[in-house]
């Protein structure tokens, strides 16, 4: 009987702290984000979201939704303004990995989203570009790398937002078959 009792206090006690840990997650606001009306908008799951460029508006909405982290692929010259100081300002936290075009849809940088993507796991995360070609671009290459074939990989990018990237995704992961073959 003592055991049984020592037992229960601590499947109560490990339940508490499972839910400290849950309580002290917020979950993202998914109406709040629906109602920003983020271009190209996509919800991968409750935490990831991919999107087309957000405007400040947006990133706003985006904070108040208890988004935790955004990731930009865009380059810096393609912004005439400080979007990570604008981010953090909000709350959030900035995370760049430039993909200047179609030069940078590599398999390294694939390799660097889907590592920040894995760092951040479980916390909420928008990755966005201009369209969200190049976020889809790299989804792809990250899901063949992971062993999709080629078609599931494609399709895999275009629910992330891949687009006019398809020829050269299909390019660099035909290029991987060929190097693993070898």
Not at 79 to 85: F, I, L, P, T, V
Not at 90 to 107: R, T, W
Not at 110 to 121: F, M, N
Request: with cysteine.
């Amino acid at each position: 009987m003592k055991l049984i009792k020592q037992l229960c206090a601590s499947i109560f006690m490990a339940a508490i702290a499972v839910s400290t840990v849950i309580a002290s997650e917020q979950p993202v606001a998914i109406d709040v984000v629906n109602n920003a009306n983020i271009k190209n908008f996509a919800a991968h799951n409750n935490v990831v979201f991919s999107a087309a460029q957000p405007t400040d508006e947006q990133f706003k909405q985006l904070s108040q939704a208890k988004v935790k982290h955004v990731i930009n692929l865009r380059a810096a010259d393609e912004q005439d303004w400080d979007e990570g100081a604008l981010v953090n300002s909000l709350g959030m936290n900035y995370h760049a990995i430039e993909i200047a075009g179609a030069q940078d849809v590599n398999i390294d940088n694939a390799k660097r989203l889907a590592s920040l993507l894995e760092e951040l796991k479980g916390e909420s995360v928008v990755v966005h570009c201009a369209s969200s070609n190049r976020v889809g671009a790299l989804m792809a290459i990250s899901a063949h790398q992971q062993g999709a074939d080629i078609e599931s990989a494609i399709e895999t990018g275009k629910q992330w937002g891949m687009a006019s990237l398809e020829p050269v995704v299909r390019k660099v992961m035909s290029c991987l078959l060929y190097t693993s073959d070898a």
